[in-house]
């Protein structure tokens, strides 16, 4: 028996059919619709809409194509080919999530990597054609929508933050498989949110002679909320999971795959050498750590719950403030600040009573727990992989 | 029993393998649209949807409606199927739209357990659930009546380049390659797994099966490639779209057109 079940992730309106068995019936049946997430079926935006998202993604197809034109002869076009059909397939993955529920990712992250931006444009574009042509997955009027919001703002933003993250880290590096990881995460936010915003405004701006909103229904507040608690966790969680899962079994199968978008990768043996300014820049921060004590009063937004009951304090926060201030201690300021006494309250050990002293060895005593936790990470990082 | 990951996305992998079939089964066959010029097709049903996303009346969206359904059943889309997923759309679009019934503001006509429907939300209820309908139908009607050849081919004639076409010629024809080679590593998997595994490890299993077919469709990209050279490829691009139009294809534009400009004309008033 067919059992249908609403996707919870978006407000895309497509959705998973579960069967409780594969079907075996002999005749095919001419029915596929999966969530895809944020895959916009015909309907839910304006025709204007939808022509703007059209135009507003031809410049990077144009870059797409010119690009893909420039490589006719190289292996890029059966690259980018294989790409769209392997992103095509991964999006049908479950992919099991913590708390035991499964997920459905893009690979938008993992096209970004191998194949680079325009590429990942190109495959990530083709495969929603194909999604929206013969699949019935996304509609065909929103395509422009879709390729903007998925294959153009995912894949830029999933590119972005991949080589900000990794930088010249080696190939084998785990940084590699966080930044992976948080790439896709934030690729596919960003497009959650795009989509969003297109369906937020659509009330807005269209409606008929009653009021009645012409197209997707939710205002901005709702529709925001409503997509990105959603990707925030599951979608966000399983693109994360199946960017960097991808990318550290690269790793360890096919190195190869990871040489184009990590042209400048270090050698392992010099990974020393790449943390090097780093750690230069924790020395020199630890220096001017004394700096702090030169800065009078509180910085702007750092009151405390004791602060709006002292009337010096008060005066003070009225003056960098325009003169807005509470008529009293704010109540939700009062019961959160009672939660919870941090034991260097205000940078000072309360044995010491020399507030500079005090200051100073706070800072420190922070600078060494950060230090000590990431040493104590690397560690274990390092047993689990040679084990 | 709930199923596991494996088991729904084998079923995920079928379902795409089983509509594609469908589809190929049944644009072969002799409906009404299956001998109609792919381009007229395909310039048609985007009209008709476009036309029905411009409408702002609710008559006009549920007469076009009709008339699809009518369409789609003269191309010998079977009628079960076709009440199936238009049960299945309405079921799940009207889920996504009920809430607007409450929360969009405008005339009370009504009140369920203590909310007030409205006016303007029960017909924006409506104008989302019919365009959906509608142009869904039409999708439907487009791939069940052209073989995916020569749809992919008609691309050409709303200007999509020739090395995009090849692109999306080249991922259709390998993505059943790769639905397939999924669906036998995860069923390899599955008739060797005992017993639950643990949730890190179905995390790993799933990541690395899609690793695994990463790394395969490289190397077959790298495959294709080497063919495409030793054929004499040099970096131009023929595709088959040798159409020509017949008078019933003319015909069947000019119904086409007449619908598409008629659905305009009374929706935008």
Redesign the interface.
């Known amino acids: 028996m067919s059992v249908p079940s609403l996707c919870s992730l978006c407000l895309c309106g497509e959705f998973n059919e579960n069967t409780s068995a594969p079907n075996t019936s002999p005749r095919p049946r001419l029915m596929y619709l999966t969530c895809h997430h944020m895959h916009i079926p015909d309907g839910y935006l304006s025709p204007s809409t939808c022509a703007s998202l059209y135009a507003a993604a031809m410049p990077f197809w144009a870059m797409a194509l010119r690009r893909l034109k420039r490589n006719l002869m190289s292996r890029f076009v059966p690259m980018v080919a294989l790409v769209a059909a392997f992103s095509f397939v991964v999006m049908m993955f479950n992919l099991p999530l913590p708390g035991g529920t499964t997920g459905h990712a893009t690979g938008v992250a993992i096209a970004a990597i191998v194949v680079g931006p325009w590429g990942a444009v190109a495959a990530i574009s083709v495969a929603l054609l194909i999604q929206a042509l013969f699949f019935g997955d996304g509609g065909i009027t929103a395509f422009g929508a879709n390729s903007f919001n998925i294959a153009v703002v995912g894949a830029l933003v999933a590119w972005v933050a991949y080589r900000l993250i990794a930088g010249n880290a080696p190939l084998t590096s785990r940084l590699r498989v966080v930044a992976a990881a948080v790439a896709g995460y934030l690729a596919i936010n960003a497009s959650a949110l795009v989509a969003a915003i297109e369906f937020g405004i659509q009330p807005m701006l269209f409606h008929d002679a009653t009021g009645a909103p012409l197209y997707a229904p939710y205002p901005l507040h709702i529709a925001v909320p409503a997509m990105m608690i959603g990707h925030l966790t599951f979608a966000g969680l399983a693109e994360a999971i199946l960017s960097g899962g991808v990318v550290a079994y690269l790793q360890r199968a096919d190195l190869r795959l990871l040489c184009g978008s990590a042209p400048d990768a270090a050698d392992e043996t010099a990974s020393a050498a790449v943390m090097r300014p780093l750690w230069i820049g924790v020395a020199a921060l630890m220096v001017l750590t004394p700096l702090g004590l030169l800065a009078a009063g509180r910085a702007w937004g750092e009151w405390s719950a004791a602060d709006f009951a002292d009337p010096a304090a008060r005066a003070q926060i009225a003056a960098v403030s325009n003169n807005v201030l509470p008529g009293n201690v704010p109540a939700g300021l009062a019961h959160l600040s009672s939660i919870w006494t941090a034991p260097l309250r205000g940078y000072a050990p309360p044995l010491l009573q020399h507030a500079a002293i005090g200051y100073l060895l706070s800072a420190m005593f922070g600078v060494g727990v950060v230090v000590l936790a990431t040493f104590a990470l690397r560690l274990l990082a390092t047993r689990e992989r040679s084990q | 029993m709930r199923?596991s990951?494996?088991?729904?996305?084998?079923?995920?992998?079928?379902?795409?393998m089983?509509?594609?079939?469908?589809?190929e089964?049944?644009s072969g066959g002799r409906g009404f649209l299956q001998s109609v010029d792919p381009r007229v097709k395909l310039l048609g049903?985007?009209s008709l949807?476009?036309a029905?996303?411009?409408s702002?009346r609710l008559t006009l969206l549920g007469v076009l409606f009709v008339a699809v359904a009518v369409v789609a059943l003269a191309t010998r889309?079977?009628a079960a199927?076709l009440l199936?997923?238009w049960a299945?759309?309405f079921?799940?679009?009207a889920?996504?739209?009920l809430?607007?019934l409450f929360?969009?503001?405008?005339?009370a006509i009504g009140s369920v357990a203590g909310l007030t429907i409205t006016?303007?939300?029960?017909?924006?209820?409506a104008?989302?659930v019919s365009?959906?309908e509608?142009?869904?139908t039409l999708?439907?009607i487009?791939?069940?009546s052209t073989p995916?050849s020569r749809?992919i081919a008609a691309l050409r004639s709303l200007h999509v380049?020739a090395?995009?076409v090849?692109?999306?010629s080249?991922?259709?024809r390998?993505?059943f390659?790769?639905?397939r080679t999924?669906e036998e590593m995860f069923t390899a998997r599955r008739s060797r797994s005992v017993g639950a595994l643990r949730?890190a490890e179905?995390?790993?299993m799933?990541?690395?099966?899609?690793?695994?077919?990463?790394?395969k469709?490289?190397t077959?990209?790298?495959g294709?490639?080497d063919a495409?050279r030793s054929r004499g490829?040099?970096?131009e691009?023929y595709l088959l779209d040798d159409f020509r139009m017949r008078s019933r294809d003319w015909g069947a534009a000019a119904v086409f057109a007449a619908a598409a400009a008629l659905a305009f004309w009374r929706g935008l008033r």
């Open positions: 199923r990951f494996i088991e729904r996305t084998l079923a995920a992998l079928l379902r795409a089983e509509h594609a079939a469908a589809s089964r049944l049903c985007i949807i476009v029905a996303a411009v702002r889309i079977p199927q199936r997923a299945i759309l079921a799940f679009t889920a996504i739209a809430p607007a929360t969009t503001p405008g005339d006016l303007q939300g029960m017909r924006s209820a104008f989302l365009r959906v509608t142009s869904a999708g439907l487009l791939v069940a995916w749809l380049p090395a995009v090849l692109i999306i080249m991922t259709y390998y993505i390659l790769l639905l999924a949730p179905r995390r790993r799933a990541t690395s099966t899609a690793g695994v077919l990463l790394g469709s490289m077959l990209a790298d294709v490639y495409m490829f040099r970096g691009v």
